[in-house]
C-alpha cells in the first residue's frame, strides 16, 4: 500500500476511536468546563503526549512483549483501572460549582491527569500493534514512521483540543455550573464504569485460562 494512503487509513481509524466517549474525553471535558479552558487544553495535550507513548511502544514492538508478560501486562491493566475507579470516586465525591471556588480540585495538575488516564489503558498499546500489523507496508520508509508519531499526535492534540474549546465556553461554563453536581455525578460514574469494566475484562481473562 501506498505511505500516504496507508497514513490517511490510520488518520481515519484513528478519529473514529477518538470520536468514542471514553476517560480521554471525561478528563479533558471534566478540566475544560470545571477549571479553565488553559486546564482543558492541558489535559489534551497530556492526552496526545501519552498517546504518542503507546504509538512509540507499538511500533517498536514493544508491546508484544507486554503481551507475552502476562501477568505483569494484567497487574499494569488493574492498575490502571484502578487509577480510573479513584480518579471517579473523587468526581463523584466533589461538589458543586467551579472546582476553582470549592478549591478542593479532582485534578492537581490537568497535564499529568490526561495524561494518566491515557496511560491507564495498556491495551491501547496492543490496538494499535493489531491495526499495524495490518495497515503498515512491509518495507516502510524510514520517513513513515516518524509520519506516523506526527500525523496521530498532531490529530490528537486538535481532537482534545477542540473539546477542550468547546467545553470552556462561557456558554458551557455556565450551564456547568448550574448543573455541576449533576454532571460530577455523571462524570465519575463513567469513570467508575469504564475501571470497572476493566477489572471485569481482567476477571474473565483470568477465569478462561484457568
Known sequence: MDPIATLMHLSAIHILMAMLPGPNTVVVSYCSASISRRSGLTAALGVASASLVWLTLSLGGIS?????????????????????????????????????????????SPFLAGALTTLSNPKSAIFWTSVFSVVLPSAAPGW??????????????????????????????????????????????FMVFFGVKMIDDLRREIVTHV
Open 64 to 108: 508484544i512483549l507486554l503481551m507475552q508478560a502476562g501477568d505483569l501486562f494484567r497487574l499494569a491493566r488493574f492498575g490502571g483501572a484502578l487509577y480510573l475507579v479513584y480518579v471517579g470516586v473523587k468526581m463523584l465525591r466533589s461538589r458543586g460549582g467551579s472546582l476553582e471556588a470549592s478549591g478542593r480540585p479532582v485534578y492537581r
Open 144 to 189: 513513515f514512521y516518524m509520519a506516523v508519531l506526527a500525523l496521530i499526535g498532531t490529530q490528537s492534540l486538535m481532537w482534545y483540543g477542540g473539546i477542550a474549546l468547546v467545553f470552556s465556553t462561557p456558554f458551557s461554563r455556565k450551564q456547568y455550573a448550574r448543573i455541576s453536581t449533576v454532571l460530577n455525578r455523571i462524570a465519575g460514574a
